[in-house]
């Protein structure tokens, strides 16, 4: 991984987060949900590493797809990654925000009680999911050269994908209190909450939070079948949910069906793909953006 920190000129800025710097799933086989993602929905690669230092432990790299990176890691280590890949079989494992001044931002989370729980890096750092509702939490201000926000190319769409993204629409976590923990979590952002609905039907979000130019979409862990909604039974708060933006849902539902990929369910306004689909990354397409996000 090639890249560095940033650092303003002047005193130190206060705490703010600049952007998502990523979503991050950790799977069994890097190799298998890297060519799923690309061959369905046109992911390109922006780097590969393979690394055995404590906190990263993983083959694996940073992604283009749609409009923002995501990091998909196949554990090389004992330890957390590890062990989430043996427990759930891989999934979405957390979610990454590029901050403005992270001496900024440690002292702000420190200050609202939130646990620094590793900081593999001077320049990156993790928050204690049990601190921040079960979402896990990087917080950086580390500049991959790779990405295009930093100044690099938009990568090439290989093939034509059958499912073409145009954007990460949102990450989806499932908490105990989506409207409470929407308000946590855009105090410990600085953000905003960008919507509440108590009376979302199962399997809809129920509360975001905006992450700068993505959002996060919290769901509510009570559902009463989460298997029937995901394809899979969680029984604990966690990130488990990338959702991705396609220009026509309709075409997208016949393309798959072309492809043979599996679906969990179908309804007006999201497609959920089985994980094993896709390497068990837990997937979603979506023909909308959700209120308050600021790309609408």
């Known amino acids: 991984m090639s890249g560095r920190s940033f650092s303003a000129a ?8 600049r952007w998502m710097f990523h979503s991050t799933a950790m799977v069994p086989d890097y190799d298998h949900a890297v060519g799923a993602l690309r061959d369905l929905f ?4 922006l780097e590969y590493g393979e690394s ?3 906190g990263i432990g993983r083959r694996g790299g940073m992604a283009w797809l749609g409009d923002n990176a995501i990091e998909i890691g196949q554990p090389v280590v004992e330890g957390g990654a590890a062990q989430f890949v043996a427990r ?7 979610v990454a925000v590029q901050v403005r001044d992270l001496t900024a931002t440690v002292a702000h989370l420190e200050a609202a009680g939130v646990r620094i729980a590793a900081r593999p890096r001077p320049e990156m750092c993790f928050t204690d999911p ?4 079960g979402v896990f939490l990087q917080w950086s201000t580390f500049e991959l050269a790779e990405d295009p926000r930093f100044g690099a190319a938009v990568p090439p769409v290989g093939a034509d994908p059958p499912v073409p993204v145009r954007t990460h629409a949102f990450v989806g976590a499932l908490v105990e209190d989506p409207p409470r923990c929407a308000r946590h979590l855009a105090e410990l ?7 509440v609905e108590p009376g979302a039907p199962a399997g809809a979000p129920v509360a975001g939070v905006s992450l700068g130019d993505c959002t996060l979409a919290l769901y509510a862990l009570s559902e009463p079948d989460t298997l029937a909604a995901w394809g899979r039974a969680y029984d604990r708060p966690r990130t488990h949910l990338l959702a991705l933006g396609v220009d026509d849902l309709t075409a997208a ?4 069906t072309g492809a043979g990929v ?9 497609v959920v793909l089985e994980p094993a689909t896709t390497g068990g990354v837990q997937v979603a397409l979506t023909g909308r953006l959700l209120p308050g996000d600021p790309r609408a």
């Open 10 to 17: 002047g005193p130190p800025a206060a705490h703010e987060v």
């Open 42 to 45: 046109g992911l390109a690669v």
């Open 52 to 54: 055995s230092e404590p």
């Open 88 to 94: 759930h079989g891989g999934g979405m494992h957390s």
């Open 130 to 133: 049990r601190d921040t509702g």
């Open 189 to 195: 952002l600085a953000t905003a909450v960008t919507f």
């Open 253 to 256: 539902r016949r393309a798959l």
């Open 262 to 270: 599996a679906v969990v369910r179908s309804d007006e306004d999201v």
